[in-house]
């Protein structure tokens, strides 16, 4: 029998699904086997071994269709390999074993050091593309007007004084005269005896008092001036803004290895490392050979990678795509990399192989590192 398996991603790192459409197991666990194409690996626990191997795994059954929830200790490795790779899946069920192709261009898996959570939400983010929204703009102040004063009541006329009756006029007049009498007389004895001061200023030389201006209560205050609105600040975009708007210009390979290093002058490390992936996944031996950078140990660091720490298995499934299109830098890369991985062990012949090819086409380092491993 012949099951068509997929992957389907899941949004956590690490962690994804084997589907197998219109099959239904007989029980809740069966062994399954995945080997990779090119060169026969099989996926073991903890990365990818020479020797068939087989995995017992929990198994759900979702409407006719089975189900297998996979972990980082098969996900890391399988999100390694480049996608030019195809896996046979190997399902043992009740005695009986089925086989189909699993083709891993049709998904993207995350595995569980891809960038921590910064560089997991921007993967998600642009797979379900989603925008941030604009910050709303700051309210403008409007100036503040002044009021007109009020105006001011015109001044009324004074009441006009009646004359008194004739005969009260009569009266007045004589206390008049008699007052006028006794000033003429108590001015004369004062003049007499010296009483005024023959030192008296003249009036016509006297300095006049300068007049003080007087304000017009009626004159309005003059208005305040009020400062005009600041300029609203842009906003600023987010690497996943900005990844997700490049990738929608459906960029050729050329374009996006020159964004890419854009992003990563600008310490963007992890939209760099996105169109890295992007280009290397179309086969571009240079983005393939910088996203294998960032995960070598050999060049690892804060400043070059987005990772929380180096991973060399990875790095040399990163190196091995272009190393197998005859790249000299990536065989030898490649042949350094499992070396010094497991200076000791099975994959030692497979990086002299490599160290030897590179050092065939050329490469000086290759030589050195050969010599040194022989």
């Known amino acids: 029998m012949s099951i068509k398996p997929k992957f389907i991603s899941n949004e956590t790192p690490g962690f994804a699904e084997i589907r197998i459409p219109d099959y239904t197991a007989t029980g809740d666990q069966v062994e399954i086997a995945i080997k990779r194409s090119g060169d026969g690996s099989y996926l073991g626990d903890s990365g990818w ?28 490795p399988l999100a390694s390999c480049l996608s030019s790779f195809m896996f046979q899946l190997f399902l043992k069920d009740g005695g009986a074993t089925v086989a189909g192709v699993i083709k891993k261009t049709s998904v993207t ?28 703009p700051e309210p403008v102040e409007e100036p503040v007007s002044i009021p007109e004063p009020e105006p001011q009541p015109e001044p009324q006329p004074a009441p006009t004084v009646e004359a008194p009756a004739e005969s009260s006029s009569k009266k007045g ?19 007499y005896s010296g009483l ?51 990738l929608a210009t459906n960029p050729d390979t050329p374009a996006l290895l020159a964004k890419a290093e854009e992003m990563k002058a600008e310490g963007r490390l992890d939209g760099a490392m996105l169109l890295y992936r992007q280009a290397a996944g179309k086969g571009d031996a240079k983005a393939a050979l910088l996203l294998a950078r960032m995960y070598d140990p050999k060049y690892f660091s804060k400043e070059t990678s987005p990772l929380p720490n180096a ?17 000299v830098e990536a065989q030898r890369e490649l042949g350094r990399v499992l070396i010094e991985q497991n200076p000791s062990g099975f994959q030692k012949e497979k990086a002299v192989e490599w160290l030897t090819k590179a050092a065939e086409g050329g490469d000086a380092e290759a030589q050195s590192l050969l010599s040194q491993y022989q």
């Open 49 to 76: 071994l020479t020797n068939e191997n087989w995995l017992s795994v929990n198994i759900q059954d979702d409407n006719g269709e089975c189900v297998i929830p996979i972990g980082p200790s098969q996900v890391d």
């Open 109 to 136: 898996l995350l595995s569980s050091q891809a960038g921590g959570a910064g560089m997991t939400s921007t993967v998600g983010s642009i797979a379900a593309g989603t925008t941030t929204p604009a910050p709303e």
């Open 173 to 191: 007049l004589f206390i008049a005269l008699a007052v006028i009498a006794l000033l003429l007389v108590g001015g004369a004895i004062a003049f």
């Open 196 to 246: 005024f001061d023959s030192k008296t200023e003249d009036p016509a030389t006297a300095t006049p008092a300068t007049p003080t201006p007087e304000v017009s209560s009626t004159q309005p205050p003059a208005p305040a001036q009020s400062l005009p609105p600041a300029a609203p600040t842009a906003p600023t975009l987010t690497t996943r803004q900005i990844v997700q708007d490049f």
């Open 311 to 327: 991973d060399a298995e990875t790095a040399a499934y990163w190196y091995e795509g272009p190393a197998k299109n005859g790249d």
